[in-house]
């Protein structure tokens, strides 16, 4: 079926950068670099991709951080704008929605364009775990707890995943573990092929023991892992549990960014329209399940925009835990090797720096696209902590069926 056109202007995604991932902690590939000075390397590469783009037609700015405080909380995309030699006039703003804080200065960025009052932005996020970990400085209301509102296991995101086990027993360990088996092994040979390295940001790396060296690749992933290695990892959240280090996504220190314009805007400036936004959505959950996210916000979205889910040629979900990928898998009858599913891997291999993973799903679908000119739609999708999903549908710009 033909999707129902959005009102306003057609927004594009034009490119998309991020810093190599690194482990959130003392010996991580970050672990002594600023996270603004993650977020401005991804700013200055984006403009030296992309040429044609004068600095002075960037009309907004939108960071995104889980945790804002610190060298994460000085309204990041005014201070990284400037920081990376955007010019003084250049407005921008911070966003705040945890894991889906990259793919909400999307759309929020993508709405301002479709109304007219943006032209481009620079949108995206970082999270510098190592220094923030989730949760740092938070002062949860006490009537969560007194008032029941959610369980005290909502605001432990292994709990939630092992609360979706619960839910779902066909959600088995083994299940979990061979997807993030499958996971690390997509991404050996995406990285491998060059489908990964070509939208790194190489970053200078301080080292008060090692001196000065420089990041280019991604240190999370463990290639060569097996489903029988997997079988004897610990369970940390629950006694003879199903999650383990081996089966969720790792601490991870990253940012990410990338260009969002009208189409009109792009063709006048000469930047290649890589996706074009057909919608987003973002719906509530039970905290206590947080990873169901996606699954009603991909609902309300597929119904908004008039298009079926066995329209959508691939998909980038957040591995933010396998169960959390498998609920989503089943409930839309999505096999769990399918291929249209991460062809690269995902989190649980690459890594999830909160706020900043919104946006790698993006810029990986982008690439994607160009090399599945037989694919319309393509899905980015996560679930958020304290009960959240958020679903971006994108239609590929080199579809061969609009010729």
Known sequence: MAHTAPPGRSVVFADGVRTPFGKARPDGLHAQTRADDLVVACLRELLRRNPSLPPERVDEVAIAAATQSGDQGLVLG?????????????????????????????????AS???????????????????????????????????????????DMGKTAEALHDRFPQLTRERADAFAAASQEKFAKAVAS?????????????????????????????????????ANLRTPFRPHGRVTAGN????????TACVVAAEDTAAELGLTPRMRLVGFAFAGVEPEVMGLGPVPSTEKLLRRVGVGIDEIGLFELNEAFAVQV?????????????????????????????????VRLMTQLARQFSEH???????????VGLGQGGSVLWENPNWEGAN
Do not use: K
Not at 81 to 100: F, I, S
Not at 148 to 155: E, N, Q
């Open 373 to 383: 000119p037989e694919v319309r739609y393509g899905l980015t999708a996560m679930c």
């Open 248 to 255: 969720a996504s790792p601490l991870t220190d990253g940012a």
């Open 326 to 358: 498998l609920s989503f898998l089943d409930h839309f009858g999505i096999a769990d090797d399918d291929p249209r599913v991460n062809p690269y891997g995902g989190a649980i291999a690459i890594g999830h720096p909160l706020a900043a993973s919104g």
């Open 113 to 155: 364009i479709a109304v007219g009052a943006v032209d481009v932005a620079l949108a995206g996020g970082v999270e510098h775990m190592g220094r923030h970990p989730l949760g740092t400085g938070m002062d949860p209301n006490p009537r969560f707890l007194t008032e029941r509102i959610v369980s005290p296991d909502a605001l």
């Open 194 to 230: 060059g489908q990964v390295g070509a939208d790194l940001v190489p970053v200078a790396s301080a080292s008060a023991e090692r001196g000065w060296g420089l990041a280019t690749a991604d240190e999370l992933a463990r290639p060569g892992t097996t489903v029988q290695a997997l």
């Open 78 to 110: 005014r201070s990284t704008a400037l920081l990376a030699g955007l010019p003084v006039t250049t407005p921008g703003y911070a966003v705040d929605r945890w894991c889906a804080g990259a793919m909400t200065a999307v759309t929020t960025t993508a």
